[in-house]
């Protein structure tokens, strides 16, 4: 009877081969609460029907946005702290056409996140 002829060992990968790795997977985008899904939340927790909810909300934010137009900072405990900050004139390119412009100063809204928060993440 003939013998078997002994099988090869699987050849190991160079190591000058290029190793394919997967690129991680992409986070889902983060999903947002609209004002109405809003309203209903707090109605949700609260005594309030949708109505008082929404006008409650609307409230403060019309008090939050009177507050960034006068200049002040506003802090909502457990959340973070609103405020404006100035921008200087500033140099930039036109897109397209590549033309060089001047960004006039002006002013923007910040926002810093409460440290309380930024632990529970």
């Given at each position: 009877?003939?013998k ?6 699987a050849?190991?990968?160079?190591s000058k ?7 991680p997977?992409?986070?889902a ?6 004002k109405t899904?809003?309203?209903?939340l ?5 005594n309030?029907?949708k109505?008082?909810?929404?006008e409650a ?5 019309d008090?939050v946005i ?9 802090g909502l ?11 200087a004139?500033r140099q930039?390119?036109r897109?397209?056409t590549s033309?060089?412009?001047?960004i006039p100063a ?5 926002f810093k996140v ?8």
């Open positions: 009877m003939a078997k002829a002994d099988a090869k060992p050849a190991k990968p160079s081969a290029a190793k394919v790795v997967a690129p997977p992409k986070p985008a983060p999903q947002k609460i609209a899904q809003l309203i209903d707090v109605a949700s927790k609260t309030l029907n109505k008082e909810s929404g909300i609307s409230a403060l934010l008090c009177g507050a960034l137009k006068e200049g002040k900072s506003v405990p457990g959340l973070g702290t609103f405020s404006v900050a100035l921008t004139e930039g390119v897109p397209g033309e060089r412009i001047t002006g002013k923007k809204v910040r409460a440290s309380t928060l930024k632990g529970d993440l």
